[in-house]
């Protein structure tokens, strides 16, 4: 059974591209939400999906947006990339939001 | 607002010896409490979880304990092994929320 998939693992932007990072949830789980990790800090929320729809949201800029679909898996989109966007993002799933989120290993994203 | 912190930012334990790893938090409404271990290029891994109605639980060489009185949380393991060399992380879900709050974290070294 596989865990929490997302790619690419890594991706080197410059100041003002976008990106789309990819997650795929742990079997029979249904609810992902992504994390901003900066170096040496713990993960920061940036937004939860469920049933394809945005559930709740952490305090990030409207650069930030997502989508899930219907198999459940879910894009992590960051527009007009800034220096600051650098960092380790997180996937995790859940069965709905009450049950542990179970972790996949990242996308690094440098942004240059 | 809602704050995650840690006391210590490094531990070091001889291989054999119980580790304490400890964290504070101020929402006293938080209701669920959860630990994960984050190895270096990988995703945070669940360890232990544990409810507000709840003061201890035990796993696999580890136990959480939760002091609600002064908002406390500690993470026990037994027998520390080189393997367990690691930043870990609590992280709390408040009432009604669906997102974890992280805290910065601690580096536990094993020295063997």
């Known amino acids: 059974d596989a865990g929490v998939t997302q790619s690419p693992t890594h991706l080197i932007k410059t100041r003002g591209q976008q990106v789309t990072l990819r997650c795929s949830p742990k079997?029979?789980?249904?609810?992902v939400s992504w994390y901003q990790q900066a170096l040496g800090q713990g993960p920061q929320f940036i937004f939860q999906?469920?049933?394809?729809?945005?559930?709740q949201r952490g305090n990030f800029p409207d650069r930030f947006s997502g989508h899930q679909f219907p198999n459940y898996s879910s894009e992590l989109n960051v527009n007009a990339l800034l220096l600051g966007d650098s960092a380790l993002y997180l996937c995790?799933?859940?069965?709905?939001?009450?049950?542990?989120?179970?972790f996949g290993a990242g996308t690094r994203l440098s942004v240059l | 607002g809602e704050s995650v912190g840690l006391h210590l930012p490094t531990l070091s334990v001889q291989e054999g010896d119980n580790s304490i790893i400890n964290c504070a938090y101020s929402?006293?409404?938080?209701?669920?409490f959860i630990w994960y271990k984050q190895e270096s290029g990988k995703g945070p891994q669940f360890i232990i979880d544990?409810?507000?109605?709840?003061d201890k639980r035990q796993g696999q060489r580890v136990t959480v304990l939760l002091n609600k009185t002064v908002k406390h949380l500690s993470l026990q393991i037994a027998a520390t092994q080189p393997g367990d060399s690691a930043v870990y992380f609590c992280?709390?879900?408040?009432?009604?929320?669906?997102?974890?709050?992280f805290g910065t974290g601690t580096r536990l070294t094993v020295i063997p």
């Open positions: 992280a709390e879900k408040g009432t009604g929320a669906n997102n974890l709050f």
């Open positions: 999906y469920y049933e394809e729809e945005e559930r």
């Open positions: 929402n006293s409404a938080s209701d669920y």
């Open positions: 079997s029979g789980h249904d609810t």
């Open positions: 544990i409810r507000s109605n709840m």
């Open positions: 995790a799933s859940s069965w709905t939001a009450k049950n542990i989120q179970y």
